[in-house]
């Protein structure tokens, strides 16, 4: 789980984050979900940590697989993937 100011991002198993708002009448329905992960099982390929940029422009994004992704929050889109960037899970 993030924050930021009203955004609430919440990674999976599945190596998804789902965004949500604290705003009741507004839901986002979004999910940033990358292709890569689809090959990996599903043991490896968790969300493990989540930081908002100070902007609130993207996301970076750790999994258990040992990459980086670094999310554009308005597109749910990957602005740059780091493969293997660490043998075993990223964490905080």
Known sequence: IAVFEDLIFAG??????KLFTCQKEYDLNKTFSLKELEK??????SVSCMHPSPCGDYLLAGY???????????????????NNIHKSLILD
Do not use: C, H, M, Q
């Not at 999976?12 to 984050?17: P, Q, V």
């Not at 258990?64 to 780091?82: C, D, L, N, R």
């Open 12 to 17: 999976n198993s599945i190596g998804e984050i």
């Open 40 to 45: 990996l099982n599903e043991d490896v390929r």
């Open 64 to 82: 258990s697989y040992g990459f980086v992704v670094v999310w554009e929050i308005a597109t749910t889109s990957p602005k740059k993937v780091i």
